[in-house]
């Protein structure tokens, strides 16, 4: 199964960044923080996607991109979370990943965030079900 070929040309910004990350049993990953691409002739090809505070802040440039380094280190030493693409079971409002990556990339950061801050919210358990 190949989520990738029911689709033409896609703008990979909005396909894939920004987008909740969840494993086939409901596992909650993370965010499409960032995309590992390389270099294929002409063209680039996406190899995984990346999720985690390190990640974005390589999207966000100035004070902000700073304090999620700091952040990240905070949580975890070393680089983003890493999802390759042969994980992705299915694209649809979020992206469903194969359960055993889900449990493997689970994020420190956004554990916390859920457990610190949204549980905390009046209603907020009842968001993602």
Known sequence: ???WTDHGTMDLADA???RQITGEDGTVVGK????EL???GGTFVVDALLVGPEALADRI???IGKLLRRL???FRAGAPQRIPLNAIRRIEPTVVVTTAVAHATESPSEDWLRRRIVDRIPG???ASR
């Open 124 to 126: 907020a358990g009842r």
């Open 1 to 3: 199964m190949n989520p």
């Open 72 to 74: 990240g280190r905070g």
């Open 16 to 18: 894939l960044l920004d």
């Open 61 to 63: 440039d100035g004070p």
């Open 32 to 35: 499409v923080d960032d995309l």
């Open 38 to 40: 390389r270099a294929d």
